[in-house]
């Protein structure tokens, strides 16, 4: 099986160490990936914001790098969805059948982490250890629009050492919402601060989903109040081990 | 004594107020989770609730294939029943012809049932230009009406008022339009609907002339239905002699069996209740029996629009039940009026510019307002995907400025973001560049976080930190590293 890894920009540029927790967790599993160093983003950005026209070059590049792979997969809920069903409509605008057929041909072998771990490796047991409380917040694109239910959990809960607290209203949404979060930033940051206070409320150390976009202003929110929570992906956790718990803090302070 | 909507500024800045204002935090956070939970409540009863969403879909879905020629048959139908059809091409026309009727009968008020679609053509505002008084008789909207208020929810329009708050508005305000409060008006609720009762029912047997909408119109039978909780419609639709009901031409259903699954969606999707208390149903003129003049205005009002639009056509399949506005956590947090219109949440957001057509600052800030978070559509019983539309509808909006002269900021910003993501090289450069200042921002062991950044990024930092950037982007590290093997 010829796996990639599609990284996300967000990770890319901001967080690498997702990147390479995703890269360290497969390998110790067994499965190898290729890094295909054509790809940029997957268009979301431009395609929530409705530039239509300005994700064409993005979804070309996407389908440049992942062709003739069996399976991408990608540490995002948000832009495994964008490439599930947001890439044939900027290929369809694009009028280029081409590559309409080709977004057609790997859409569906796009999968979002857990999919992968749970769904084509059959693994919810990774082998983690993460000694910490830690409370999960279900991303909305990965909950609603992949309905990954309840994998993140399953994986979470065979992690030694971890501790799972329930998170509060954990399937609202935390405001994020790309481009929202500057657009309508009183409102983003409204919905932020209630989603940090529920996070809060559970009294644990590490705040863990799977999407770095998501935690970032969440962890944004818990930082500014000094809250004293970090927020990590799952990738992260699902990687660490007896060998190499990660020190200090994640993505936020 | 209703205020209006007209010249209400974009959703961001109207949202910002509202925001600010803590009682309306608490009224809404209180009154959207009270009602979430009654509708996951008896949503869960229904075993086969998914199936019955795609019914109801397919039914309204159907009903705007055949539009045409479903309003054919309901004209024909109503006709040989007695009542009389009128065609309305927008708000203007549906109002002249009220009013006509009105001055036909030399009213100078009329009762109305809770309607929409009223709302959407300002009737009340003008029937009041013509010395006519509309006096509204649903509670809510009767305690936006006495507050010189507007509503701010499409089933609950005073969700943003708390029973304190309600008690007041009775004590100053009923008075002055009829039989006053009760001098020991307390706030409790059974004690504030006995007062609306006392007061409402002096109306109900002094008018001649009720106004309604319909929640459906049966194209088969020619029969018109308002469900309702209250009775109020039921009066107002059974004692005047004339009875006038203006439907969206959306509304037709083409037969009497094809109302089963929307009559099972919609109570247990709008007030969580297993069945609403009053469903009434006329066909024209009964004789001897109820209002003997029924008049129906049938309204495009922006509908054959929506119609036209491939992707947004979806909206009109809307039963108006508000489920979306519930489980929405924007319009949990900054309430109905921010949105500047009677249909405000996720349906707000998307029917507006359907109805009106893009082009305007303050419906064009409406498709934004959503972090497309998706709950609106998992909740919607007739299975409206609204993410989508807002997505249509924004790639509208941006289309709507390609050929300006002086393009925004932000659409040269996503031109550079698309030239830039069209090649890895350019990607690459980029992110070397990020990494640098990520190197400068980390030296000597500060705290990798940005308190505060300048420009359109200003609007994250205002209120939350940002992580600076790494030193290596992930493309760095993997071709230093050989994806993770040489250290």
């Known amino acids: 099986m010829r796996v990639a890894l599609m990284v996300t920009c967000v990770n890319d540029a901001m967080f690498p160490g997702t990147g390479q927790a995703v890269v360290r967790l497969l390998r110790r599993l067994g499965v190898e990936v290729d890094f295909p160093q054509a790809q940029t983003c997957c268009g979301q950005p431009m395609v929530n914001t409705g530039y239509l026209d300005e994700a064409v070059p993005a979804v070309r590049s996407f389908v440049r790098a992942f062709e003739g792979y069996d399976a991408v997969v990608t540490p995002s809920g948000s832009c495994a969805g964008s490439a599930r069903h947001q890439h044939r409509l900027v290929a369809a605008r694009s009028g280029d059948s081409g590559l309409a057929a080709a977004v057609a041909e790997i859409s569906p072998r796009t999968y979002e982490l857990t999919e992968f771990l749970v769904d084509v490796l059959g693994v919810t047991d990774v082998g983690a250890y993460f000694p910490h409380t830690v409370t999960y917040h279900p991303t909305c694109h990965s909950l609603r629009m992949l309905g990954v239910g309840d994998r993140p959990r399953r994986l979470l809960e065979q992690v030694r050492g971890l501790r799972l607290v329930d998170l509060p209203q954990a399937e609202e949404c935390c405001g994020f919402g790309g481009t929202f979060a500057l657009k309508n930033a009183d409102t983003s940051v409204a919905m932020g601060s209630d989603k940090a206070r529920h996070v809060r409320e559970t009294g644990a150390e590490v705040l863990v989903a799977g999407d770095n976009s998501c935690l970032m202003h969440i962890g944004g929110v818990l930082g500014r109040g000094r809250s004293g929570v970090r927020v990590m992906h799952l990738a992260e956790v699902l990687a660490a081990t007896e060998e190499s718990v990660p020190a200090g803090a994640g993505p936020i302070a | ?487």
Not at chain 2, 97 to 111: L, S
Not at chain 2, 270 to 299: A, F, K
């Open chain 2, 1 to 487: 004594m209703t205020g209006t909507f007209v010249g209400m500024p974009a959703f961001p800045a109207a949202a910002r107020g509202a925001l600010a204002d803590t009682q309306l935090r608490h009224n809404l956070a209180h009154a959207t989770s009270t009602i979430r939970a009654k509708r996951a409540a008896v949503v869960g009863e229904v075993a086969d609730w998914e199936d019955l969403r795609l019914a109801g879909a397919a039914v309204k879905e159907r009903a705007l294939r055949s539009l045409g020629d479903d309003l054919v048959r309901l004209e024909g139908a109503l006709t040989a029943r007695g009542a009389v059809v009128h065609w309305a091409r927008d708000a203007a026309e549906a109002n002249r012809i009220v009013v006509d009727i009105a001055r036909a009968h030399a009213v100078d008020e009329v009762v109305k049932v809770k309607s929409m679609l009223t709302q959407e053509i300002g009737l009340n505002e003008a029937l009041a230009e013509q010395g006519i008084a509309a006096w509204e008789t649903d509670l809510a909207e009767l305690i936006v009406q006495l507050g010189g208020d507007l509503p701010s929810h499409i089933l609950v329009p005073a969700i943003h008022r708390n029973r304190a708050e309600i008690r007041e508005i009775f004590r100053r305000r009923m008075g002055e339009v009829g039989r006053p409060a009760p001098e020991d008006l307390t706030d409790e609720p059974a004690v504030l609907a006995a007062a609306a009762r006392e007061h409402l029912r002096e109306k109900f047997l002094r008018a001649t002339m009720a106004v309604s909408g319909a929640n459906f119109a049966v194209a088969d039978s020619g029969t018109l239905v308002v469900v309702e909780s209250e009775g109020n419609g039921r009066m107002c639709l059974t004692l005047p002699e004339v009875l006038v009901s203006i439907v969206g031409i959306e509304k037709v259903v083409p037969t009497w069996a094809e109302l089963d699954p929307l009559l099972r969606l919609l109570p247990r999707s709008s007030t969580g209740e297993r069945m609403n208390p009053y469903t009434s149903t006329w066909t024209g003129v009964t004789p001897g029996d109820g209002p003997q003049e029924v008049h129906v205005v049938l309204l495009d009002n922006g509908r054959t629009r929506a119609l036209a639009d491939e992707t947004g056509r979806q909206a009109l399949r809307c039963i108006r039940c508000s489920a979306c506005l519930n489980v929405c956590p924007v319009y949990e947090r900054v309430g109905g009026h921010a949105y500047g219109s009677v249909y405000p949440g996720p349906i707000g957001a998307i029917l507006n510019p359907l109805l009106k057509g893009t082009g305007d600052p303050q419906t064009d800030s409406l498709p934004y307002a959503s972090s497309l978070c998706g709950a609106c559509f998992e909740a919607c019983p007739v299975r409206i995907d609204i993410p989508e539309v807002l997505v249509h509808l924004r790639a509208q909006v941006v289309d709507g400025h390609r050929d300006d002269r002086a393009p925004k900021p932000e659409a040269l910003a996503f031109r550079a973001a698309g030239w830039a993501l069209g090649d890895e090289r350019r990607l690459g450069r980029i992110e070397r560049l990020s990494g640098l200042a990520g190197r400068v921002l980390r030296r000597g062991g500060r705290a990798p976080v940005l308190r505060r950044v300048p420009g359109p990024g200003g609007a994250w930092t205002d209120a939350r930190d940002l992580p600076a950037p790494p030193a290596e982007s992930f493309r760095a590290w993997w071709r230093r590293t050989g994806g993770g093997r040489r250290r």
